[in-house]
């Protein structure tokens, strides 16, 4: 099972709110990251965790705060979004924090911020 | 720090025609190289990817690449084009940080359409 679980699908929030976004894998990965894209471009990496540890922050604003509670899940919490954070967010996972190792992606959360 | 160029953001083929995807690398060091695809409103997909065991990486889905030192290129080639085949591709480098971790830097992506 080579499957990246993210949850929910659809997010509209408001520039007020709070919400989370979830991310899950049972491949025993021991590597989960956080990617943006943006419409028409690539994935940008937000942060990576390896072996439950924040290994990455790519300067991203505080209002996207990471967590990873285990070795299976990925959360990202948002608050104070603005609209341009309005994006596709991915969640990958790999075996290792590797340069060879596959990051399996899962089908992303379409965030849109009012 | 390692980087990809994709040489034409669109490419337009026909059907049962070759797909020849371009990808330039700037690295000093052998480069760990990646091709995914992307559905609309998906996640991405490995396609294939060149790790230095063999210099033609054969794929999912027919495709497959070569790794050319002397062109610095790795790229995405499949016989006959299927329909099925439209999608983004994103060729990828995998690029080692100050803190030691590693991370996939993607290029800017082409848009394969594939005509009947």
């Known amino acids: 099972d080579t499957e990246v679980t993210q949850t929910p699908k659809h997010l509209v929030m408001g520039m007020t709110n709070k919400k989370s976004l979830k991310c899950e894998q049972h491949?025993?990965?021991?590597?989960m990251y956080w990617y943006k894209q943006k419409a028409k471009k690539p994935p940008e990496l937000m942060f990576v965790?390896?072996?439950?540890?924040?290994?990455i922050n790519e300067s991203v604003p505080s209002r996207f705060s990471p967590e990873c509670p285990n070795s299976s899940l990925l959360n990202l919490h948002l608050h104070a979004l603005q609209p341009e954070d309005s994006a596709l967010y991915l969640c990958?996972?790999?075996?290792?924090?590797?340069?060879?190792?596959?990051?399996?992606f899962g089908p992303g959360t379409r965030l849109t911020v009012l | 720090a390692q980087s990809v160029t994709q040489l034409g953001s669109h490419v337009s083929v026909s059907e049962g025609a070759l797909v020849l995807l371009r990808c330039n690398y700037s690295?000093?060091?052998?480069?760990?190289l990646f091709w995914y695809v992307q559905y609309p409103n998906q996640g991405l997909q490995l396609l294939l990817k060149?790790?230095?065991?063999?210099?033609l990486v054969k794929g999912i889905n027919g495709f497959e690449a070569e790794f050319k030192k002397s062109e610095t290129s790795f790229h995405l080639t499949k016989p006959s084009a299927h329909m099925s085949d439209a999608a983004e591709y994103f060729c990828?480098?995998?690029?080692?940080?100050?803190?030691?971790?590693?991370?996939?830097?993607f290029g800017k992506g082409t848009k394969l359409t594939v005509n009947p």
């Open positions: 965790y390896s072996y439950e540890k924040l290994s």
């Open positions: 491949m025993g990965h021991r590597a």
């Open positions: 060149y790790t230095s065991a063999a210099t």
């Open positions: 990958a996972s790999s075996q290792t924090n590797g340069g060879t190792d596959t990051q399996y």
């Open positions: 690295s000093s060091v052998p480069p760990y």
């Open positions: 990828a480098v995998s690029d080692l940080t100050q803190g030691g971790s590693e991370k996939l830097v």
